[in-house]
């Protein structure tokens, strides 16, 4: 969906000091974003100062590509750069921060609504000093069809005040002045086509003071990527995070949870209602495997037999592993069932007969000692066994 960029308000304060207040009046941004352009003239280091603390009408505000800062012949600087943060219902709205270093002359700032504007896509600054004609600062920038750009300029220590813009819209010029010459500028547009880059010029006076300076930046726009605020079908939204902390470059927070909003939407609000097979019941589909094609979220889909062949055979089954450890050992089996009986021997005594159990090899014939006996008899042993 096509960005949108339109400029509210321009304000100033002035004096000396490490903190900074400014009011502006403007329109409703309920839904959307305001963009803030800040611009201060530093005293001290005017190389390293940074705004910190900003916030835009009590919302967090994150910085937004990168600073441009000038130093004059005397040692001081104009300083510029953007902040954005979530809209308001307010008309009335403050934008405060702090100065890092030192202290500044006087602080300036200009305030764009914007609506549906995604990541950054380019941040461009310049500076420029000295006396006389002290040239233009070339901002140019790439710009994407249906995104935004915006630039913003402080100058100082001129009596003309003006800027010639190309590229852009002048919102903005000659507003305001403080010390017989500090003033700033500003432009913007809603991209109808891709540049790469938009040449965009802010064209300086010619006549300017001693010890004068000026710097600007420019910044583009992405549209918000079709599909966010859970609507359209564009699959999976990324968050760009940047390409480092707070680095200004990734998504703002209301395009990042635009993307959650739709990528869970497109989850919750998918619907896969049947798949049918493309062919009959008696077509043979042997040698074929199913595959999907087509369809999309609560579409059809539709299977159809592709051959084995185009995706490859199967190849060869791997080599057998190495064998497993050896199991614990069984328990044991049932007890086995009794041998049969051995022969018995009878072994008559001096008129008795004792009957033995033998259960060792085969006894010899029974032998009987008494006279009368009629039993075969041995040989008798030479002495009686010990029992005897």
């Not at 611009?39 to 937004?64: C, H």
């Not at 049918?276 to 539709?302: L, M, N």
């Amino acid at each position: 969906m096509p960005a949108a960029i339109a400029f509210q308000a321009a304000a100033i304060t002035s004096g000396s000091s490490t903190s900074r207040t400014l009011s502006f009046t403007v329109a409703s941004a309920a839904g959307q974003e305001r963009l803030v352009a800040l611009s201060a003239i530093a005293n001290a280091t005017p190389a390293t100062v940074t705004f910190t603390s900003v916030a835009i009408d009590g919302q967090s505000a994150t910085l937004v590509g990168s600073y441009a800062r000038g130093v004059d012949a005397g040692g001081n600087g104009p300083v510029v750069a953007f902040f954005r943060a979530a809209g308001t219902a307010n008309t009335s709205i403050n934008v405060t921060c702090t100065i890092s270093t030192g202290a500044v002359f006087d602080c300036r700032g200009a305030v764009w609504t914007l609506n549906d504007a995604g990541s950054l896509l380019a941040s461009t600054g310049d500076t420029a000093a000295g006396a006389g004609n002290i040239g233009s600062l070339d901002l140019n920038a790439n710009t994407i069809a249906d995104g935004a750009a915006a630039a913003y300029v402080l100058a100082y220590s001129n009596a003309t005040r003006n800027i010639t813009w190309s590229g852009l819209t002048e919102r903005l010029d000659g507003s305001t002045p403080l010390y017989s010459g500090d003033w700033h500028s500003a432009a913007d547009l809603n991209v109808g086509s891709s540049s790469t880059p938009l040449t965009i010029v802010a064209t300086l006076p010619t006549s300017f003071d001693t010890q004068s300076a000026a710097a600007g930046v420019a910044l583009s726009f992405n549209p918000v990527e079709a599909g966010t605020d859970g609507g359209g079908d564009v699959g999976q939204q990324i968050i760009d995070i940047g390409d480092a902390i707070n680095d200004g470059t990734g998504d703002p927070v209301r395009v990042a949870f635009d993307k959650c909003n739709h990528n869970f939407t497109e989850l919750y609000e998918a619907q896969y209602e049947y798949v049918s097979y493309s062919g009959t019941e008696e077509e043979p589909i042997e040698g074929k495997i199913a595959q999907f094609v087509a369809g999309g979220v609560g579409e059809e889909y539709v299977i159809q037999g592709v051959d084995a062949a185009t995706l490859g055979i199967e190849g060869p089954a791997g080599p057998q592993g190495d064998p497993g450890p050896t199991g614990a050992t069984g328990p044991s089996g049932p007890a086995g069932a009794a041998g049969a009986a051995g022969p018995q021997v009878l072994l008559v005594h001096r008129g008795r007969a004792v009957l033995l159990d033998h259960r060792g090899p085969p006894a010899p014939a029974v032998a009987c000692w008494r006279s009368g006996c009629s039993r075969p008899r041995a040989a008798r042993p030479t002495r009686p066994p010990a029992a005897w």
